[in-house]
């Protein structure tokens, strides 16, 4: 080396001989730096005997660890992860997050499902040391060395330890007598060039460990199954297992029981060796049927073991799944390097995080619906055995390198076995022709959700910490976005390109921890460009790709000039091609571009021009990535008319449609059409509009909404604006009157500084216009119109249990002020959507200048019971906004009168008793019984003012409701009701008990199939 070095400084003859020591010093430091910033890594090899005891539910194990030092560091201690702990109590961070992630099971379990691992006591070379755990979970410790560890050398650890193992809530544990032993043994933490990696247990975020070696004895009894980490070294349970195998290819059917036999009182101790692996799992069942096969690698042609291990669940689909895991195994050895190991196994277990899961050699599958899921679920776990167990990447700082390179395998793989499979695989045909579902494939499920997300300016980059993702973008853009712009990429370099460099960092960084760096210099090295749009835009930033093609000019002699416009934030390189009759003429590829590019193309009139049609890059919008070589509306594709709904169609101009059905008392059947263009994933401007025909009323009818969204770059996430409105009749005798309302309003969505906080904020404007006629004696009608402006605060906590929702708001109109606050909280209880509810409401006016004689509408209220019972005048409107959908507004119909709205006092009695302009403050408190059984007993309690003669009144009530869709649709019977609510009711002629039952009916849209259109 210095030899070189020198010959090196002798071929620069410029250098002066007084200046050449210096240069000397500086280049031997330089040397001396790139030295100590060499590649190296750990060495961690075990040796573990652990006894399973299944009516304990524990484990009880002993370790020696020998830990090698090829850091150039001296090491004077050493951090563990003690990962069973993270199941230890709700404080640790597995179960914040969990429940942070919507999931409430770990957080109402009982101290017995619950686990953790004790016992231990550390030697180092036989020596007592001293360990401390620095984490009130007792996740990870530090093993303090009674002699430093010098670079090179190495310790002998040893410990025994006993793990308690909870019922399955992630990925340890154990459901009844079928075992998932992973993350259960004391593990050194990673020590690389950046220091100590040590975090806690996360059901989202996965794990980063040191290659050694692995030699395993499990003692259990005997009728247990066993998959593992590893060569199982047992030449007569090998033995047995083959008849095992024998035993299942001979079934010709499978029964249905699921039941663990009894555990057989003789034990066997199976041992199981591996190297160049960085961690060991098993998984133990007495159910298992056993399937063995074997795959023969394509270069090297040696052998394969394949075992796959299942139950009575889904016999029908895991009787292919030798078959499945071959073919991953070929797949993932062709594409980029071969199985290094002797086998591979698969197993059906319990799982909570994720639909499968992968170690070293064996995955976990969890339910699966079809044989082609378990396919695709077989081929991506087993995948992993290249991005995460050969390529042992960082997968929580990192976490796309992994799942996200993954993922576009499992692709490829998908694209290769079932070319023909639609997205939605399980629809006949016909159906999902009919439905415009055909053209969908299983790469779209990730282009969706990717559009979807991005659309709505919720996506996150790719580069981020596992933690810091939403639930959501976990899924979103760690697997999906990483998947469509590695199939970019690949697209951009030519296939074979792409799987040349891939092999390279195959072979290159195998049994190693690579990081993103290291892929980057590959892929710029081996492909001689600059990518700094792909990994710094695309994957490190939340920067979007939208190229339009916006117009064309005819020239002479057949040529046209297409216009490329870049509308997104990226300079990524253009796919596209002229297009006739769907047949690809000739292809396009640029290189990026900030703003317009001109392109030359020779075609016919009426061909079509389309960016990117065989959708490779991910573009956040499709609908303006075509043009047809045309003069008129040459943007503009051919109107399909599509019944319900359907996924968006950019090579189509859709209009959705739904026969529209709706009742009032006053109308009757309302008969008519719904059209709108919601659709997923959603666009930035949207409309419904219903026009319909009152069967009785003899009117048109209707209600419609338009709306656009903005996506301001700072502090607002999204500005929503738009115009509602509707007209319907309220009264026919002695004629029919309609009432119009026109709404514009603009809403305003904060953007919380932390995308997994559970609170958002919203702004809301409305300006609500209502048009309304009164019936003279004489039958003529007086027209009134009036308006109410609206501004509302909202802050809400979405969280699985103790939800809450404020509501501040303001009203104001000609000659009054209101002044509203609402709270809406929940006290969980263990299981889904099971509490105490509680609402807090106080409002009133406190400007009010409108003359009590005056009968103008509106008339501002605060009422106790928001009821239809009959009105002494029809056009002063209890819900004087419009905001409710009441089938019977006056009070006409005995039945239908019953209806109430919780809104104001919240009161569920039929009562006009408590209307009040002055103030109105009420609590009103519901309970869940049993998740199973919707009825909700309540108590409702107020304090009013009346204005007359401004003393406080109080009323109360209690009684039960059957809650067929909370809040939505319920009926309720009040028992219990206070002296003036009852005397009220006296007068109102109710006075069986019967008689006191109302009704709730508040869709989340204005009718019934507007609540279909938004799950489209």
């Known amino acids: 080396m210095l030899q070189n070095s020198n010959s090196l400084f002798l071929s620069f003859p410029y250098i002066s001989a007084k200046h050449q020591r210096s240069f000397y010093i500086c280049f031997i430091l330089l040397m001396c730096f790139s030295t100590v910033r060499a590649y190296w890594q750990q060495q961690t090899d075990y040796e573990i005997d652990v006894t399973l005891n299944d009516t304990l539910h524990e484990l009880s194990c002993f370790m020696t660890l020998r830990y090698t030092n090829h850091s150039p560091d001296t090491l004077r201690q050493l951090y563990f992860h003690l990962w069973p702990n993270a199941y230890r109590n709700h404080q640790t961070a597995y179960a914040r997050q969990a429940l942070e992630n919507g999931s409430t099971a770990f957080h109402y379990s009982k101290p017995s499902q619950r686990g953790g691992i004790d016992g231990i006591n550390f030697k180092v070379n036989g020596e007592q040391c001293r360990w401390y755990c620095t984490d009130k979970s007792m996740e990870i410790c530090v093993l303090i060395l009674n002699e430093p560890l010098l670079p090179g050398g190495s310790v002998s650890i040893t410990t025994p330890f006993r793990v308690t193992l909870p019922e399955t809530f992630s990925r340890l544990g154990h459901e009844g007598q079928s075992y998932q032993i992973s993350q259960w043994y004391p593990k050194p933490a990673v020590y690389d060039k950046n220091g100590w990696h040590t975090f806690p247990y996360l059901d989202q975020g996965e794990f980063y460990s040191e290659f050694g070696s ?19 070294q047992n030449a007569e349970e090998l033995a047995w297992l083959d008849s095992l195998n024998r035993a299942t290819r001979n079934l010709s059917r499978f029964g249905k029981d699921l039941s663990f036999p009894p555990s057989s009182p003789e034990k066997k101790t199976l041992r199981f060796v591996q190297h160049q692996v960085h961690d060991f799992a098993w998984f133990a069942d007495k159910r298992y049927h056993v399937l063995k096969g074997e795959v023969v690698l394509p270069v090297s042609k040696r052998s394969v073991t394949t075992w796959a291990m299942f139950t009575n669940n889904k016999p029908q689909y895991w009787i292919k799944a030798d078959s499945f895991i071959a073919e991953a195994v070929l797949h993932y050895s062709r594409l980029v390097g071969e199985y290094p190991y002797g086998q591979v196994s698969a197993v059906e277990g319990a799982l909570r995080a994720g639909g499968g899961m992968e170690y070293p050699n064996v995955t976990v599958i969890g339910d699966v619906n079809s044989a082609y899921d378990l396919d695709i679920i077989i081929a991506h776990e087993v995948g992993h055995n290249w991005f995460y167990g050969i390529l042992g990447t960082n997968e929580r700082d990192h976490p796309w390198l992994d799942e996200g390179i993954n993922s576009y395998y499992e692709y490829r793989y998908a694209a290769a076995r079932y070319p023909v499979h639609g997205l939605f695989g399980k629809l006949p045909a016909g159906i999902a022709r009919f439905f415009d579902l055909h053209r969908y494939t299983h790469k779209d499920l990730y282009d969706i959700a990717y559009q979807t997300v991005a659309r709505n300016y919720e996506d996150q980059p790719c580069h981020l910490h596992a933690a810091r993702y939403t639930a959501l973008n976990y899924a979103v853009i760690v697997y999906g ?30 049994f190693r921890h690579p990081s993103p760096a290291d892929l980057r210099v590959l892929f710029e090295r081996m492909s001689g460009k600059n990518l700094g749009w792909f990994f710094d835009e695309l994957l490190a930033t939340t920067r979007k790709t939208d190229y339009a093609v916006t117009r064309f000019r005819r020239r002479q002699g057949g040529e046209y000039q297409i216009t490329i416009q870049n509308k997104g934030e990226i ?38 021009f389309v960016i990117d049609p065989e959708r490779s890059m991910p573009e956040i919008y499709r609908c303006n990535n075509t043009i047809t070589l045309r003069r008129l509306a040459p943007r503009l594709e051919k109107i399909r008319l599509q019944f319900l709904g359907s996924l968006e169609n950019p090579y189509r101009t859709q209009l959705f449609f739904t026969p529209y059905l709706g009742y009032n008392h006053y109308d009757k059947l309302q008969v008519g059409i719904a059209l709108y263009n919601t659709t997923l994933p959603s666009k930035k401007f949207t409309y419904f509009l219903a026009p319909a025909y009152g069967t009785a009323s003899r009117r048109f009818i209707g209600t419609g909404r338009l709306a656009y969204q903005f996506f301001p770059n700072r502090g607002i996430h999204k500005i929503s604006v738009g115009i509602h409105g509707k007209r319907y009749s309220y009264i026919r005798e002695p004629d029919i009157a309609t009432y119009n309302k026109i709404e514009p309003y603009v809403q305003f969505f904060y953007r919380p500084t932390d995308p997994r906080s559970p609170y958002r904020q919203s702004l809301l404007l409305r300006s609500v216009h209502v048009w309304l006629q009164r019936m003279r004696n004489d039958g003529s009608k007086t027209p009134y119109y009036y308006y109410v402006n609206e501004l509302r605060y909202t802050i809400a906590r979405g969280t699985a249990i103790h939800p809450f929702e404020i509501n501040l708001s303001a009203q104001q109109g000609d000659r009054f002020l209101g002044l509203f606050a609402e709270g809406k909280f929940t006290v969980s209880y263990p299981g889904r959507n099971q509490g105490l509810f509680i609402r807090l409401f106080s409002g009133g006016f406190p400007y009010y200048d409108k003359n009590p004689s005056d009968v103008s509408p509106p008339l501002p209220r605060v009422y106790l019971s928001m009821v239809t019972a009959p009105n002494f005048a029809h056009w002063l409107q209890r819900d004087y906004m419009f905001d409710e959908t009441f089938l019977d507004r006056n009070g006409a119909s005995r039945t239908l009168a019953r209806q109430v709205a919780l809104t104001g006092g919240a009161f569920r009695s039929l009562t006009t008793f408590g209307a009040t302009s002055v103030n109105l403050t009420a609590i009103n408190l519901s309970s869940s019984v049993h998740r199973f059984v919707p009825v909700r007993p309540f108590l409702n309690g107020a304090v009013l003012v009346q204005q007359s003669h401004k003393k406080f009144q109080t009323a109360a009530e209690a009684g039960v409701s059957l809650a067929l869709w909370p809040g939505a649709a319920e009926l309720h019977l009040p028992l219990i009701v206070s002296k003036n609510i009852r005397e009220n009711q006296l007068v109102l002629g109710v006075r069986k008990w019967y008689q006191r039952i109302t009704f709730t009916l508040r869709l989340p849209a204005q009718q019934p199939l507007d609540l279909l259109r938004q799950f489209l």
């Open 214 to 232: 692995f030699r395993v004895a499990i003692t259990l009894p005997k009728n247990y199954r066993v998959a593992a980490t590893g060569d199982l």
């Open 481 to 510: 976005k990483t998947m469509l712009a590695f199939q970019y990429l690949e697209k951009y370099l030519g296939t074979e390109l792409f799987d040349s460099i891939m092999k390279n960092y195959y072979d290159t960084w195998k």
């Open 571 to 608: 300079q990524s390189p253009v796919f596209a091609a002229l297009v006739r009759r769907d047949s690809v003429m000739q292809t396009f590829v640029l290189d990026g571009f900030a703003a317009k590019e001109e392109l030359q193309v020779m075609a016919k009139p009426g061909d079509k």
